[in-house]
């Protein structure tokens, strides 16, 4: 089962509502749904809860070191009360996948994630679970840190802000430590359809419009075949 459960992000106001800190996002939310309150901890370099659930112990961590020293946080806590790397899941933004998706991974390389390779590093060990939640890519490399550390537009927000609550449907798989049926339940949560507003499938289709220079016939008149 998952014991440990980490939102990166980067520390302090100007820092709260960029994309580097969905993670930050995705542990609050969490910490919601089991209804605790994350404080300091200064043992553990970062905001910190703790609840037992079906007997189990269960840790919510927010690092406050700043993303690039992430691990020193993880690591203290892990190592504390011996919680195996494969316990761990580290929820952080994503660049390749787009605002609203979200996908669950275990190991693997940091791929240049700096609060990924902190962990590794400090860790000693990639084996450890990522949920990944999209914040899109700017499309060009050099643009990336700059994109990070800025806010989403407003659609995208709401588009991760819904991604983050179907995310949390697999929480009981998580704490069951049922990650087949938690990664079923993470990549089959896809945003709702949208639908037409109200007002515009109330509304009948408008009439067809004659062509320029020509005349609707009269009501009950046949044109005969082949007219204009």
């Not at 609203?100 to 390779?117: D, E, I, P």
Request: positive net charge; glycine residues 10%.
């Amino acid at each position: 089962m998952i014991k440990l459960f980490v939102g990166l992000g980067n520390p302090g106001p100007e820092y709260e509502a960029t994309r580097h800190n969905a993670g930050f996002w995705w542990v609050d939310a969490l910490a919601r749904e089991l209804k605790v309150n994350l404080a300091m901890d200064k043992g553990y370099h970062g905001y910190v809860a703790r609840t037992t659930v079906h007997g189990q112990t269960v840790w919510l961590l927010q690092p406050q070191t700043f993303m690039n020293l992430s691990g020193k946080s993880v690591a203290a806590l892990a190592r504390f009360f011996k919680i195996a790397p494969n316990e761990i899941l580290v929820a952080h933004d994503e660049l390749d996948i787009a605002p609203g998706q979200v996908k669950l991974k275990f190991g693997g390389s940091h791929a240049g994630h700096n609060g990924l390779r902190d962990i590794h590093a400090q860790l000693g060990s990639g084996d450890y679970w990522r949920l990944r939640l999209g914040v899109g890519h700017p499309g060009n490399k050099a643009d990336v840190v700059n994109w990070v550390l800025k806010k989403p537009s407003q659609d995208d927000r709401i588009a991760m802000e819904q991604c983050i609550d179907r995310s949390l449907k697999a929480l009981p798989a998580f704490l069951a430590g049922d990650m087949d049926k938690a990664t079923l339940l993470v990549h089959t949560s896809k945003p709702p359809r949208p639908h037409a507003p109200q007002a515009l499938r109330d509304t009948p289709p408008s009439p067809a419009v004659a062509p320029a220079g020509t005349r609707p016939p009269a009501t009950g008149t046949t044109l005969p075949e082949g007219a204009p």
